[in-house]
């Protein structure tokens, strides 16, 4: 036990805000498994919708102005918005920019970072897993190609068609998780992607890429080493894959 007076205070380095859906267990425990010397992660919740263009946008960033003002009172220095398929159906000038704005500080989301993440591998032709509806991929998909991103194919669990449902995604043990990406690849296929932040990934992660020979990324990785880089934090996290040890 080193003297108290050398003893930083918790957040020393960068205080990281942290929003997701009410019903997500898995990001929270996997950024915090990992979080760098003197960095500390503070989660608030949002409701997840479905369909935010209904109204254009309106309750979704509402919500979101929400979540930032909880934030805001942690004093944070750097706010996500770690949702895959929420922050790809909102357009991200108005998901940022509210989230900005709110907040005050620097921000992004589980979309730019998946995005920002595969350009750093130079990767530019994926393969996609998620435990999503196909109807869900395919959005997700279109997202991707928008962005000059090749999707080669995709896999899903169909898990995300109502709320017992989507509870389940995060007791789904790391191994299925691995068995279930493992199944998506391709050979021409330049990198994996694992889409969803209350999927069990950071296990699987590293068994993937010595089994592949290819990167992997998931939402969370992606958005954990968006969010470090974005405040500042350029230590090298080994164990979860190639994006957070060389880049």
Sequence with gaps: MPPLDDIKPIGWRAKIGVIVPPSNTVNEAEFNRVAPDGVSFHFT?????????????????????????????????????????????????????????????PANSTALAIIEALRALGANRIVMASPYTPETNDHEQKYIENHNIMVLGSVGLSLNTSLEKIQEISRIPPTRVFEHARAADQED????????????????????????????????????????????????????GKLLRYH
């Design 45 to 105: 919740r949002s409701p997840l919708h479905t369909q935010p263009e209904t109204d254009d946008f309106k309750q979704m960033l509402e919500d979101l102005q929400t979540a930032m003002s909880d934030l805001n009172a942690c004093v944070v220095d750097y706010a996500t918005y770690a949702c895959t398929a929420g922050s790809m159906a909102c357009p991200p000038e108005l998901l940022l920019k509210t989230m900005s704005d709110n907040g005050r500080l």
């Design 189 to 240: 296929a330049e990198a994996l992607l694992i889409c969803c932040t209350d999927f069990n990934t950071f296990d699987a992660i590293e068994p993937l890429e010595q089994a592949l020979g290819k990167p992997v990324i998931s939402s969370n990785s992606a958005t954990l080493w968006h969010c470090l880089r974005g405040a500042g934090i350029s230590d090298p996290i080994y164990g979860l």
